[in-house]
């Protein structure tokens, strides 16, 4: 057994919340309350951006809200409710604070993972879990292999657990998580969602975050020295690539949802200081910046390609539900592609809107107290999740030649 030395000290983890979390009984009443969380989270996000104060109390509302059970099913007690909706309501929190919207991402992702490849007994133990307010982590992704999908965590078989060693990184959400579902491989290579306790006996969540935007993910280290998981919470997520699921497509339409979130801040952000502090410029004659004819074509141009994004965001929430009702090779190709066309746009219009937020706003806007580089820095990072120009290739290749995306988190 590979057994790792000298482990950093780690960050304990948080308890549960003491209450049962909120079950959302509709669409609408989860749209009521993503707005109505959104509203007290916006108040410190440019704060704990700037301080990289983690985001304890606000990741509880957000789960006992109910909002991080939206998507299972109701043969289990939840809302189960479309894609399309649940791609919005992580739009609304991330418009307020692009890093609480992304941690929701791999929770919501494992959970639709565990409808598609569980069976009726792991399904009942963990969505009963989830639906009393239990939030999941992420241990994917490891900084050193060649490809994303290339891992070296792996787990041995103790009868009635599997014991997990390795070392993950990017791993959003694990620090405040109260489970941490880690992919590690069985002795075939097969890939599988082992979910720990938190503060199990050897795994170590390394608070080392230092990337310049989404600064408040938590995305650091975890590492896995002989890791106990009992086998009720193993799960195998390699079933959800072996035939044609809408599994990748749910990684990824909430991965559109948070730039989209991003670049609705960015351009809420730009009309309010180009009609409140901007100064008009000097040739032009006018008394207001918001009267620029330039100004004005680009607010337009930029909420133009919002909508374009959103509009497909929530086509491809819709096609989603179609492959998850009646899973094939068209159905999940479809959610496949228009969730690619969807994630192109939201990844142009997020840079494009953090970027020109400043060149419309002006020199005033850069200063330190509007706090405004946090959605340039936010939505360049968050955007190199996975890169646009594959997804234009897949594109090509589907409308051109017929060829189906592969199957995985990426596509």
């Known amino acids: 057994m590979n057994v790792i030395a000298k482990t950093p000290a780690g960050v304990p983890g948080v308890a549960r919340p003491t209450a049962p979390a909120h079950i959302i009984k509709s669409d609408a009443e989860a749209i009521e309350i993503a707005h109505r969380l959104a509203a007290d989270f916006a108040k410190g996000a440019a704060e704990r951006d700037r301080e990289r104060i983690w985001p304890t109390a606000e990741l509880d509302a957000f789960s006992q809200s109910g909002l991080w059970s939206i998507n299972v099913p109701r043969e289990f007690g939840g809302p189960d409710v479309s894609y399309a909706t649940l791609a919005k309501v992580v739009e609304i929190i991330a418009e307020a604070d692009s890093s609480i919207g992304q941690v929701s991402q791999n929770h919501l992702g494992v959970v639709a993972a565990i409808r598609t490849v569980s069976d009726k007994a792991q399904q009942a133990l963990i969505f009963g879990e989830v639906l009393k307010g239990l939030r999941l982590g992420n241990a994917f992704s490891e900084f050193g292999s060649k490809r994303a999908v290339d891992f070296e965590t792996r787990f041995t078989d103790h ?77 195998p997520g390699y079933k959800g690539y072996e035939t044609p699921t809408a599994d990748g497509a749910i990684f990824q339409i909430i991965q559109v949802a948070v730039d989209t979130g991003i670049a609705q801040a960015a351009i809420k952000e730009t009309v309010d200081f180009v009609r409140t502090k901007s100064r008009a410029w000097v040739d032009s004659g006018l008394e207001r910046a918001s009267d620029d004819p330039y100004t004005i074509q680009a607010v337009g141009s930029l909420t133009l390609r919002l909508h374009a994004a959103q509009a497909l965001l929530e086509k ?57 580089d946090r959605h340039w820095r936010n939505a360049r990072t968050h955007t190199l999740h ?26």
């Open 316 to 372: 491809a929430g819709h096609a989603v539900d179609r492959a998850i009702a009646n899973p094939n090779a068209e159905t999940v190709a479809e959610a496949q592609i228009v969730t690619a066309e969807a994630k192109i746009l939201s990844t142009e219009i997020a840079i494009e809107a953090t970027n020109k937020l400043f060149e419309l706003a002006g020199t005033r806007s850069t200063l330190a107290e509007h706090a405004l």
């Open 159 to 235: 009868g009635d657990h599997v014991v997990v060693t390795g070392k993950k990184f990017y791993s959003s959400g694990a620090l405040l998580a109260h489970k941490v579902p880690i992919v590690a491989l069985d002795d075939q290579g097969r890939a599988w969602y082992a979910i720990a306790d938190r503060d199990a006996p050897g795994l170590t969540v390394i608070d080392d975050w230092s990337s310049f935007g989404q600064r408040t993910t938590l995305s650091g280290t975890v590492i896995l020295d002989n890791v106990k998981v009992d086998k009720a919470w193993l799960v």
């Open 386 to 411: 996975d890169p646009v120009r594959w997804k234009y290739s897949i594109l090509g290749k589907y409308f051109l030649n017929g060829e189906k995306p592969p199957l995985h988190a990426w596509s």
